[in-house]
């Protein structure tokens, strides 16, 4: 196994983040690449984990943390590291090292850069993500919202703790209409194809709603709202996570609109 920088032959691999044998990424449109491009010279990071076969089974990406949805200051944070774990495509590679080794080279990584440290953020709960896992690796909880956790390791004595960046605002009711708003970042795939699924779901029933988008990988739009990535419907949360198919997006708007309408949508 061996771990190298992202270079033009693997970057629709990860656009897809590997996974370029499935429908449900196809939907995501392509705002990762978008975002990507935007980044580049912002200090966005990103490393391979190859096999002894020349087959990429992992990646992790990372960036300077005053350009994500984390406060913090001369320190990195990674966006997320992925190890392919299905059948599917090139094969599951999880609980392999891969992970691991790809934690430790973007830790060398940020070291070499003369980073203070370096900071992720982890879910409560064992699946993608998992603060646990990094807690093993010697990171430190500093904070948390909901599930949602912050961790660091800091590689000098003069690093100042991170923080999530808090939601300021929330979007508002109007009336005689169904208020969707839309906050997409585009590093992710998984809400990237929630953002597509909204759009498509709308088609049709546009006299009855209003769409708002905002791009959070804007610093005002972020710094206004508090919002990375995040699907309204009026001033209510829709739970993105893991992605809801269309089919649900669609019902949970239409459920609204007759609500509101008592009008029959079939």
């Not at 995040?230 to 996570?241: E, M």
Request: glycine share 8%; aromatic share 10%; charged share 25%.
């Amino acid at each position: 196994m061996k771990i190298i920088n992202l270079t033009p032959e693997y970057e629709h691999l990860y656009f897809c983040c590997l996974e370029d044998w499935s429908d449900d990424i196809k939907e995501a449109g392509n705002h990762k690449e978008l975002w990507y491009e935007k980044h580049k010279d912002k200090g966005i990071r990103v490393k391979l984990a190859i096999n002894d076969e020349g087959v990429v089974g992992g990646m992790i990406q990372y960036l300077p943390v005053e350009h994500s949805f984390v406060i913090g200051t001369d320190l990195y944070l990674i966006l997320c590291i992925w190890v392919h774990g299905h059948k599917k495509g090139c094969g599951n590679f999880q609980k392999k090292g891969m992970g691991t080794a790809l934690l430790e080279a973007a830790e060398n990584d940020v070291k070499e850069l003369g980073s203070s440290g370096i900071v992720s953020w982890g879910i409560g709960l064992p699946f993608f993500m998992r603060a646990s896992w990094f807690k093993k690796h010697g990171y430190e909880q500093v904070d948390k919202n909901s599930m949602i956790r912050l961790l660091w390791k800091p590689f000098s004595k003069k690093a100042i703790k991170p923080s999530l960046m808090k939601q300021l605002k929330s979007p508002e009711k109007i009336d005689g209409k169904v208020n969707i708003s839309l906050f997409k970042n585009g590093w992710c795939p998984a809400f990237n194809m929630v953002y597509e699924r909204t759009l498509r779901a709308v088609n049709g029933i546009e006299d009855n709603i209003i769409i708002n988008t905002y791009d959070s990988a804007e610093r005002n739009v972020l710094n206004e709202w508090g919002l990375s990535d995040a699907l309204f419907l009026d001033n209510k949360q829709v739970r993105t996570g893991p992605p809801p198919s269309f089919k649900k997006i669609q019902k949970k708007i239409y459920r609204k609109v007759k609500k509101l309408k008592k009008v029959n949508i079939q």
